[in-house]
């Protein structure tokens, strides 16, 4: 979150975008399609499509109170299928998208106080931040349009260690604390 922070500071365009050292591009007009959905009145972040390395979805938009805060809309699904009702290949509004690749406007990002690096330095601070956009007034997208491919936790590593353990069992609790009403009644699915 620190990390991400520092940088959304000094950048200096009108949107920024998080991005994963672990992310590989596959379609050339990414960028593009996740800044056009952006720049939209009333949108808050952008989530991509992103795929494991295997050609399976690891990423079409975050359900909220599946496993407890929240999980992949679609995740494990084959390249080429389509989902529940074609929803894994829908433009479409959730309640959250990841930041392993997700593009907003840097003035939507600085009004809701970017992510929280005090309560939520590593896991759930992109669910959470997308649920304070939400709770401001905005709507929050995937678009299926913009793939890439995702080497999940390949340079950071499991959280196996118990100091690991114990952060995220901190930052599950805090979010179960902040947002345990919501999350088993997600109002975009």
């Known amino acids: 979150s620190a990390l991400n922070n520092r940088a959304v500071a000094v950048a200096a365009g009108e949107v920024v975008a998080l991005i994963n050292n672990d992310i590989e591009v596959i379609s050339p007009e990414w960028l593009s399609e996740m800044v056009s959905l952006a720049l939209q009145p009333g949108i ?35 390249k080429g299928q389509h989902g529940y009702f074609g929803r894994a290949a829908l433009i479409q509004s959730f309640s959250a998208v990841t930041a392993a690749c997700l593009v907003v406007r840097k003035a939507s990002y600085q009004a809701v106080g970017g992510l ?73 699915y």
């Open 44 to 78: 808050g972040a952008v989530g991509a499509r992103l795929w494991y390395p295997d050609g399976t979805l690891q990423h079409g938009g975050v359900v909220l109170g599946v496993g407890g805060i929240g999980s992949h809309s679609h995740k494990a699904l084959p």
């Open 116 to 188: 929280d690096e005090n309560h939520l330095k590593v896991a759930y601070n992109d669910v959470d931040f997308c649920l304070r956009l939400r709770d401001s007034g905005f709507r929050n997208v995937w678009t299926p349009f913009a793939e890439l491919i995702h080497h999940e936790s390949a340079t950071r590593g499991l959280d196996d260690a118990p100091e690991k353990k114990a952060r995220f069992a901190a930052e599950t609790d805090y979010m179960m604390s902040k947002w345990g009403t919501l999350l088993p009644n997600d109002p975009a």
